[in-house]
């Protein structure tokens, strides 16, 4: 089993910057591909960024050039830089993991708030 904590949402203004971060623990060995996905207001929710167990980065479009993906190994963290936020960037934001070599996303944290306001 393996569990994921999210931190550092919060609320920040138009164009700032916001770190997430996400812990993992448990059976980490089991961990494949992880990322985060996001639940804004009146919308689905959707993917955000995935890193590969092999550290291979993938970021939707929406956020490529504002958001990147990054995870310390030896810290069994997982992060999102988010910069140049929206209001629409409002939402719930999610950490989620796969176990190796699945492709579910069978892992999933509590999820963090983040608000942008105009």
């Known amino acids: 089993q393996v569990q994921l904590a999210e931190s550092g949402g919060g609320s920040v203004q138009t164009g700032g910057s916001r770190r997430l971060f996400c812990g993992v623990s448990?059976?980490?060995?089991?961990?494949?591909?992880m990322g985060w996905y996001r639940q804004v207001p009146g919308r689905q929710r959707e993917l955000v960024a995935t890193l590969s167990r092999e550290g291979i980065d993938d970021v939707q479009d929406f956020a490529k050039g504002r958001f990147t993906i990054s995870r310390n190994v030896a810290k069994n963290m997982l992060y999102l830089q988010m910069s140049s936020l929206k209001p629409e960037d409002t939402g719930v934001y999610y950490c989620?993991?796969?176990?190796?070599?699945?492709?579910?996303?069978?892992?999933w944290g509590q999820g963090t708030q983040v608000t942008v306001s105009s």
């Open positions: 989620a993991a796969q176990r190796w070599p699945s492709e579910i996303w069978i892992y």
């Open positions: 448990g059976n980490i060995d089991s961990v494949g591909r």
